[in-house]
């Protein structure tokens, strides 16, 4: 069964973030017959590379292909093999009594980010033990199963410090974003305020940014201008280390 397709006592847990209405969201999963929440994740074919593997599950629980996806950590305390679940799952039906012994083993979690744009993720995927696929503000997280928390927060402790190193930014928003939405994404990823204006000079100083020559409606009387990212110049900002974090 298990053991015969998937490597042994080796696992994924994926950390998906999108940013929607100025909050920093996560794709969670709700198991079937409980309270508990969990993040997606997956076991590692015998015959498959483990990012392979991890982009398989992203594909499947969003629809997208190509998404950002960074390995960042990996997870192996011995406190982390519980198995509470793992019993209520075989007492409701949802795991055939046949693979507990596959369930109950210890695992090592190989932990990834994911970065969407929130919009194109139209319907999140369930599987056979979940029964619900939703996103969760970062803010309003309920409990999550297992070390599933200490997961999530280490995900965002990274994604912080990678804020001025990897494309977020470009992978978060849309194609088109004004400056407050921007300046948004870093302040709730960082967790703090940044001064409006000294944010505006350094990011317009850094000419990673496009005027589309458009500007957002439907704002009374304001009607700010619409950006959007010059891939080439981004990636050699980040290539050069961005130098964003000493003004932000």
Not at 200 to 208: E, G
Request: proline share 4%.
């Amino acid at each position: 069964m298990y053991s015969q397709k998937f490597l042994s006592s080796i696992s994924i847990d994926c950390v998906i973030f999108g940013f929607h209405s100025n909050e920093l969201k996560v794709l969670l999963l709700k198991m079937k017959e409980s309270d508990g929440w969990m993040l997606p994740g997956g076991f590692v074919g015998l015959d498959q590379d483990l990012n392979k593997e991890a982009s398989t599950v992203l594909e499947y629980r969003t629809g997208l292909a190509d998404i950002f996806l960074r390995q960042f950590y990996v997870f192996g305390n011995v406190a982390r093999a519980k198995t509470d679940h793992i019993d209520h799952l075989l007492a409701k039906g949802a795991i055939d009594p046949k693979a507990a012994k596959w369930f109950e083993q210890r695992f090592v979690s190989i932990g990834y980010y994911a970065l969407v744009e929130y919009s194109k993720v139209k319907e999140p995927r369930l599987d056979y033990i979940s029964e619900a696929c939703t996103w969760m503000p970062m803010n309003e997280l309920p409990p999550l199963l297992l070390d599933h928390g200490e997961i999530l927060d280490k995900a965002h402790e990274t994604l912080k410090k990678e804020l001025y190193s990897q494309p977020i930014g470009l992978n978060l928003l849309p194609e088109e974003f004004t400056m407050t939405e921007l300046q948004s994404l870093y302040e709730t990823i960082l967790q703090r305020t940044i001064d409006r204006r000294n944010f505006r000079r350094k990011m317009l100083s850094m000419k990673v940014l496009g005027d589309t020559g458009k500007r957002r409606t439907g704002l009374g009387h304001r009607s700010p201008i619409l950006y959007t990212f010059d891939r080439a110049a981004y990636q050699t900002a980040l290539e050069k280390g961005f130098q964003a974090s000493a003004f932000f």
